[in-house]
């Protein structure tokens, strides 16, 4: 079993920063491909970025690419999201998501590699 408890969401003026952050436990952190989906009422989960094992490699959904960031510390079991210019069409609630997938773009392709989902922080960018 893996723990995901994200933070650091809130309310935050359109143009705003904020940075999420994502706490392990349990298995070893560095096994799994680290995520962040977000997900609005009534529609599907969206792919929102993807980070490899080592933190050389990741992946964006085209909404965000160019404003967001991911990135992770394997040794404080930390994954975090760097979330620039934002846009009222970002608010959403946001998961954080482990994957034993083979890469971050197995994770980009469909959200059903995801092997564990934190229970979300909610971010309201205003307008």
């Known amino acids: 079993q893996v723990q995901l408890v994200e933070a650091g969401g809130g309310p935050v003026q359109a143009g705003g920063s904020l940075r999420l952050s994502c706490a392990a436990s349990?298995?070893?952190?560095?096994?799994?491909?680290m995520a962040w989906f977000r997900q609005t009422p009534g529609e599907e989960r969206e792919f929102v970025a993807a980070i490899s094992r080592r933190g050389g490699i990741t992946v964006y959904g085209d909404s965000v690419k160019g404003r967001f960031t991911i990135s992770r510390d394997n040794a404080k079991n930390m994954v975090y999201l760097e979330m620039k210019r934002l846009k009222p069409e970002d608010t959403a609630v946001y998961y954080c998501?482990?994957?034993?997938?083979?890469?971050?773009?197995?994770?980009?392709?469909?959200?059903?590699?995801?092997?564990?989902w934190g229970k979300g922080t909610l971010v309201n960018v205003g307008s």
């Open positions: 998501a482990a994957s034993l997938a083979d890469s971050p773009r197995s994770v980009y392709t469909s959200s059903t590699t995801i092997d564990y």
């Open positions: 349990g298995r070893t952190f560095s096994n799994y491909i």
